[in-house]
């Protein structure tokens, strides 16, 4: 157990609609990244935010936004969805070390 | 563009086999560089890193080459299980502490 959660492990929904993936980092952590899964493309990173604030971003489409709350945890919300959309969504939450990352188990979008 | 080019795409081995997995990197910034193991229906884990000061590190059964010159660096498993049947990522990082980018993954399948 990483100590990461994510919600909701599934979901399913249609083209255009808005999903909201939630996840709560590991105790104490203050960096989280998003980071989607499919199968020809790997892990691609999303975006990270540190203590609330918006910290890198990577190849987040314009349909997707994230936060960082006063508590940590973070959302992304992903909007006028695509069949191209449905993929593995992953949290991660980073301590001390540098580049080690303690990922959910993720939130597995599926676009019909 | 991909940063870290991973190979192969998939291997198959027998058990107490050595499966080799590589990766190589054009960024010359990049000073770290760790391998993740994911299962089946679970986020990736740490298993091993290195940084470019050392060409080698062991850690039980699993071992990382490093080719500074040939900006290149490699995952071994030792007498390998059935157990270690996963996907594996390489991944890289910079002193910048910008995010990790992970190479498009190696299914390993390790039969008896």
């Known amino acids: 157990d990483s100590g990461v959660t994510q919600t909701p492990k599934h979901l399913i929904t249609a083209t255009g609609q808005r999903v909201t993936l939630r996840c709560s980092p590991r105790?104490?952590?203050?960096?989280v990244y998003w980071y989607q899964q499919s199968l020809d493309q790997g892990l691609q990173f999303l975006i990270q935010?540190?203590?609330?604030?918006?910290?890198a971003k990577g190849n987040i489409l314009e349909r997707f936004s994230a936060q960082q709350f006063p508590d940590l945890h973070s959302e992304l919300n992903l909007s006028s969805l695509e069949l191209g959309d449905s993929a593995l969504y992953f949290c991660?939450?980073?301590?001390?070390?540098?580049?080690?990352?303690?990922f959910g188990e993720g939130s597995r979008l599926t676009v019909l | 563009q991909q940063q870290v080019k991973q190979s192969p795409q998939s291997l198959i081995v027998q058990k107490g086999g050595i499966p080799i997995i590589n990766c190589a990197y054009e960024?010359?910034?990049?000073?770290?560089f760790p391998w993740y193991q994911q299962f089946p229906g679970k986020g990736p884990a740490l298993l091993i890193a290195?940084?470019?000061?050392?060409s080698e590190k062991k850690e039980g059964r699993f071992t990382i080459s490093f080719n500074k010159s040939a900006k290149q660096f490699s995952l071994h498993i030792m007498d390998s299980q059935p157990g270690d049947s996963a996907t594996y990522f390489c991944?890289?990082?910079?002193?910048?502490?910008?995010?990790?980018?992970f190479g498009k993954g190696t299914r390993l399948s390790v039969i008896a």
């Open positions: 935010y540190y203590n609330g604030e918006e910290r």
């Open positions: 991660a939450s980073s301590g001390l070390q540098r580049g080690e990352l303690f």
């Open positions: 105790s104490g952590d203050l960096s």
């Open positions: 960024n010359t910034a990049f000073d770290y």
């Open positions: 991944a890289a990082s910079d002193a910048g502490n910008t995010p990790l980018v």
């Open positions: 290195i940084r470019p000061d050392v």
